[in-house]
């Protein structure tokens, strides 16, 4: 993978979780959660970079990570919907064509899954549907 596609997503993380840290919805349960955000990107890039371009680079469990924050924060619909939102929005600043259309389906996916493992039913918003980007 080129250095300018690791610095295209670079970039698009920093982009996107500025304005998670400063959504209204979000910014209190992302900022408690966070400590360190310059380490939760790196660790961010990796988990997209794996998703995106190299399989198997990531060795995390996003998951048993969700569950232990929705333990203590109980996640709910409206900010699963909000973190969608805000990640197309800036995503289209960043990728186009065949890119924005897997990086938003990746997203959906991702998203929709936590979402059922979390809060035990499906996500279903309209224009959320993984395969309808």
């Not at 295209?8 to 955000?37: H, M, P, Q």
Request: with cysteine; aromatic share 14%; proline share 2%.
């Amino acid at each position: 993978m080129s250095k300018e596609v690791n610095e295209l997503l670079k970039s698009f993380l920093e982009k996107f979780y500025e304005c998670v840290r400063e959504d209204e919805l979000l910014k209190d349960t992302f900022n408690g959660a966070i400590s360190n955000w310059d380490k939760h990107i790196r660790k961010i890039e990796i988990f997209w970079r794996s998703h995106l371009y190299d399989p198997g680079l990531y060795k995390g469990n996003p998951l048993e990570v969700h569950k232990r924050l929705h333990s203590s924060s109980q996640f709910t619909e409206e900010q699963f919907v909000r973190w969608l939102e805000i990640f197309e929005k800036i995503a289209k600043d960043f990728y186009e064509g065949k890119e924005l259309t897997n990086l938003k389906r990746k997203a959906r996916m991702i998203g929709g899954t936590l979402y059922g493992r979390l809060l035990d039913k499906e996500l279903e918003v309209p224009g959320f549907n993984a395969f309808d980007v």
